[in-house]
């Protein structure tokens, strides 16, 4: 056995703390960046939209789901991205498909990072159009695609997709450079936001930004933020958004809510950060550039073994494994929250420095 074969356990309570298995664990796995999950105004919000506006939407936006809340999430969302647009999809895998076959067609081209999400290529598969991966942030190997996609004539678009935090590596993209790539060769950029909003700022504005609300927004869906008439065309083309039951109320009021606390209090991103690095320097690794932090391991058997030690510790530190990652680079996922404590974080990384 080589330690791939995947299943599910049962987490019984909200993180950091979680129950499995009957044992109260610390949870260092969970993607509730700012820890508002469990707050009131989020908890609030949601009950009170179930009680005005029922359980689910019923049906998808062109039909009668189109409740008041998915606007103004989307005003929202643009106006916190400085966007003009926005539009929501039911979760973030659904939103990458959708972007990318909405837009991108046969005779077409789409460049990934080598790193970028399963939905990314999904998308990009599904769209007909020619792709071909990019080596991780290396911006001369992007450079060459972008030549040889132009070279190749016609009147085909090209699209580059990246991600603004890569979520098992929690290094991010150079998109300054990525952009000014894309505009000198009349391509569209596209940044998976999924695991920098709330935490990471985003200095630089691209023309596709799509993100989730599952994780620091700490709820469900997906959002893409672009200019008015992209918006409008996906609101036509994207089959995910179009054949999809709409978001529910509750979703889209507990986005809002946290949304509104995120942008009130970014000292809840800046923790997270914080903790990420307070554990890279007690364990002796580089300064991370973001919350997420892999412990490499290589071996998935290795990896699976550190993560039952750590739980007997009391810790919740899962392995991933391939074909999640590259073959070799099986790991622990570290993801440091607003809502750890130092001494937790010092502990943890005393029992990783122990492995």
Not at 186 to 203: C, E, P, Q
Request: with cysteine; net charge positive; hydrophobic share 50%.
């Amino acid at each position: 056995m080589r330690g791939l074969r995947q299943t599910t356990r049962v987490m019984a309570s909200a993180a950091p703390l979680v129950t499995r298995d009957g044992r109260t664990l610390l949870s260092f796995s969970c993607n509730d960046y700012l820890g508002l999950a469990t707050h009131p105004a989020v908890l609030a919000a949601a009950t009170e939209a179930i009680a005005r506006y029922g359980a689910g939407a019923r049906a998808s936006r062109f039909v009668t789901g189109e409740h008041p809340l998915l606007g103004a999430l989307e005003a929202r969302l643009a106006h916190a991205k400085g966007m003009a647009a926005a539009t929501l999809f039911g979760t973030g895998y659904l939103a990458n498909l959708g972007v990318i076959t909405g837009l991108m067609g046969p005779g077409d081209t789409v460049l990934l990072d080598g790193l970028a999400h399963s939905c990314l290529f999904a998308g990009a598969r599904a769209s007909g159009a020619r792709f071909r991966r990019f080596r991780h942030n290396d911006l001369e190997d992007l450079a060459d695609g972008l030549r040889a996609a132009r070279a190749r004539g016609g009147a085909g678009h090209v699209l580059v997709a990246t991600e603004t935090v890569f979520s098992m590596d929690g290094d991010r993209a150079p998109l300054a450079a990525m952009r000014a790539l894309c505009d000198a060769h009349d391509a569209w950029l596209l940044a998976d936001d999924a695991h920098g909003l709330g935490v990471v700022a985003g200095a630089v504005t691209v023309p596709l930004a799509m993100g989730t609300l599952s994780k620091a927004l700490a709820s469900q869906g997906g959002y893409v933020c672009a200019a008015e008439p992209v918006v409008r065309l996906l609101r036509n083309r994207a089959a995910s958004q179009i054949y999809s039951t709409a978001l529910p109320p509750a979703s889209a009021a507990a986005a809002l809510a946290a949304l509104e606390i995120a942008l009130a209090e970014p000292e809840r991103g800046a923790r997270a950060l914080a903790n990420a690095r307070l554990f890279a320097d007690a364990v002796g690794l580089e300064p991370p550039q973001s919350q997420i932090v892999p412990v490499m391991l290589g071996d998935a058997r290795a990896a699976m073994a550190a993560a039952e030690r750590l739980a007997e510790e009391g810790f919740l530190a899962v392995a991933i494994r391939p074909p999640t990652v590259p073959e070799g680079t099986a790991r622990l996922r570290l993801a440091f929250t607003a809502a750890h404590a130092e001494a937790d974080v010092r502990r943890l990384a005393n029992c990783v420095r122990a492995l």
